[in-house]
C-alpha cells in the first residue's frame, strides 16, 4: 500500500508559479513512476505529466509544456510539479498518482493522493 500526500497548493495570480509537492510512504518509491494530473468539477481527470522511477524520463502533456516541470527527489521519497506562467484556465484539484510505468491514462495508476487546490486568479 502506497499513500500519497501532496501539498503546496493556493491562490495566486496569473503569471504567478507555484510548485506542488507529493510525498509518498512507499518503501521502494524509486521502483514507481509518478503522474501528476488535474481535475476541475464536473470534468474528467487531466493527464499533467509523468516521470520515470529513477527520474530520468519524463513526459508533459502538450498544453503545459515549457511551463510546467516534474521532478523528483528518490531519498525523499517526493516528486514535485514546477508551475510556472500560471493562467486562470490552470484553475483545478492537482493529483499526484504512482505506478508501474509512466502513462497518461488514470487506469495505469493504482496510488492517488486527496488533491491540492490549485486557483489562479486574473
Known amino acids: 500500500q502506497v499513500q500519497l500526500v501532496e501539498s503546496g497548493g493556493g491562490l495566486v495570480q496569473a503569471g504567478a508559479s507555484l510548485r506542488l509537492s507529493c510525498t509518498a510512504s512507499?518503501?521502494?518509491?524509486?521502483?514507481?513512476?509518478m503522474g501528476w494530473f488535474r481535475q476541475a468539477p464536473g470534468k474528467e481527470r487531466e493527464f499533467v505529466g509523468t516521470?520515470?522511477?529513477?527520474?530520468?524520463?519524463?513526459y508533459s502533456s502538450d498544453s503545459v509544456k515549457g511551463r510546467f516541470t516534474i521532478s523528483r527527489d528518490n531519498a525523499k521519497k517526493s516528486v514535485y510539479l514546477q508551475m510556472t506562467s500560471l493562467k486562470p484556465e490552470a484553475t483545478d484539484v492537482y493529483y499526484c498518482?504512482?505506478?508501474?510505468?509512466?502513462?497518461?491514462?488514470?487506469?495505469?495508476?493504482?496510488?492517488w493522493g486527496q488533491g491540492t487546490q490549485v486557483i489562479v486568479s486574473s
Open positions: 516521470i520515470s522511477g529513477s527520474g530520468l524520463l519524463t
Open positions: 498518482a504512482a505506478g508501474p510505468f509512466n502513462s497518461r491514462r488514470t487506469s495505469e495508476y493504482a496510488y
Open positions: 512507499a518503501r521502494t518509491f524509486s521502483g514507481y513512476a
